[in-house]
C-alpha cells in the first residue's frame, strides 16, 4: 500500500479514466453512511408511495413551483416521452420562495413520519459528499490552484436537488421506458433495471464483438455503493472530456423499485464555462473535440430551462 498522496493520486487517476470512458463510476459510501440509514430512506419513499392517489397529489408540484413536488404516473416526460415512474422532488430551499417562479417555491414534504428527518440528514450527507466528489473529479484534470478555487466557489451554495422515484415493473411485453435516457444515484437491489449507453467502447475493453459500436450496458447496484454519473455543467466545466452520459431506466420484474438521486449542482447565478487548463487537455486527448469550445452557461437559467421541458403542455403554465 502506498502513502496517503500515493493513493490520492491512484484514486484521481481511476476516477479520471472512469470519467473518461464511461461517464459513470460507483463510489463506495460505506464509511459515509450507514446501510440502515439508506433502507430507511427507501423504506420511507415506499410508505409514501402507497398511499391512496389523492392523498400523494395533495403534494403535486402544480401547488407549488412546477419543479418541487409530487409528480404522478405519467406526468414526467423525457425527450418528448411519458415516462412510467412517479417521484418526489425537492429542491435547495431558497430565500424568499415565490412559487410563480420555476424552482423558486417552497419544497414539499410528506406527512410520512420520520420523512423529514431523515431525508434532512441525508441531503447534509449528499452535500458533503458532493464537494469531496468534486474535488476528486478536479484532481485529474490538472487545474491550477486559480482554477480550483473557481470551481469551489461555484459549488459553495450548492442549487442541489433529490428525487425520490418509484417506478411500478413494467410488463414484461411492454416495450417502453420507465425513465427516459437523458447524477449521485442510489437505488433498490434491482438488477437491470439503470442502463448506461456507451456510444464508443474503451479502447482497452476486449469485447471485440462491441468495439466501435455503442450499446447500453447495465449498472447493477452494489451493496454499499452509489453510482455517480458525470452530468451537463462537468461536461462544460471539461469541454467535453468528462461527458454526461445518456442512461435510461426500464424495470420490469416483480417489485416496486425505489431510487434516489441527488443532483451535487453549482449555485444558482454560477456561470459555468469550461476551464483554460482543460481546454488545452482536451485539445491533446480527444479528436472529436479539436476546436470546438463549449458554451458558457448560467446554471440557474439552465435548470429552468430544463424544468420547462419536463412537463406536460396541458398541466402548467410554464409550457
Ligand atoms: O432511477 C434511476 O436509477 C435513474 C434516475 C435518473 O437517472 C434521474 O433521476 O436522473
Ligand atoms: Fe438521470
Redesign the pocket.
Known amino acids: 500500500m502506498g502513502s496517503t498522496e500515493q493513493a490520492r493520486k491512484e484514486t484521481a487517476q481511476a476516477i479520471r479514466e472512469a470519467c473518461i470512458n464511461y461517464g459513470f463510476f460507483y463510489l463506495d459510501i460505506s464509511s459515509h453512511v450507514d446501510a440502515i440509514e439508506t433502507e430507511e430512506l427507501v423504506r420511507l419513499a415506499r410508505e409514501f408511495f402507497v398511499l391512496p392517489q389523492e392523498e400523494k397529489d395533495r403534494l403535486s408540484l402544480r401547488n407549488e413551483d412546477h419543479a418541487r413536488g409530487y409528480s404522478r404516473l405519467g406526468q414526467s416526460i423525457t425527450a418528448g416521452k411519458v415516462d412510467k415512474h412517479e417521484e418526489l422532488d425537492f429542491f435547495r430551499p431558497v430565500e424568499n420562495p415565490d412559487k410563480t417562479k420555476v424552482c423558486w417555491g417552497n419544497n414539499q414534504w410528506p406527512t410520512v413520519e420520520g420523512f423529514w428527518d431523515k431525508y434532512k440528514i441525508w441531503i447534509e450527507k449528499m452535500k458533503v459528499l458532493g464537494r469531496v466528489v468534486m474535488e476528486a473529479m478536479a484532481e485529474g484534470l490538472g487545474l491550477t490552484a486559480e482554477e480550483r478555487e473557481t470551481l469551489r466557489s461555484l459549488v459553495n451554495g450548492s442549487f442541489w436537488a433529490m428525487g425520490v422515484i418509484g417506478y411500478p415493473p413494467l410488463p414484461d411485453d411492454h416495450d417502453g421506458i420507465s ?1 427516459g435516457s ?2 449521485f ?1 442510489h437505488t433498490d437491489s434491482t438488477p437491470g433495471a439503470l442502463q448506461v449507453y456507451l456510444h464508443k467502447l474503451p479502447n482497452n475493453d476486449n469485447n471485440s464483438e462491441y468495439a466501435g459500436k455503442g450499446q447500453w450496458i447495465n449498472v447493477d447496484p452494489i451493496p454499499g455503493c452509489v453510482v455517480c ?1 458525470i ?1 451537463s455543467m462537468f461536461e462544460i466545466w471539461t469541454n467535453g472530456l468528462y461527458k454526461s452520459t445518456l ?1 435510461r431506466v426500464i424495470h420490469k420484474g416483480t417489485n416496486y423499485r425505489i431510487s434516489i ?1 441527488f443532483f451535487f449542482e453549482p449555485n444558482f447565478n454560477a456561470l459555468v464555462e469550461p476551464l483554460p487548463s482543460v481546454i488545452a487537455l482536451t485539445e491533446s486527448i480527444n479528436e472529436e473535440q479539436l476546436g470546438r469550445t463549449y458554451e458558457p452557461v448560467v446554471y440557474g437559467e439552465f435548470l429552468v430551462k430544463k424544468v420547462k421541458n419536463n412537463f406536460l403542455p396541458d398541466i402548467g403554465k410554464y409550457a
Open positions: 425513465f437523458h447524477k444515484l454519473n452530468a442512461h438521486p
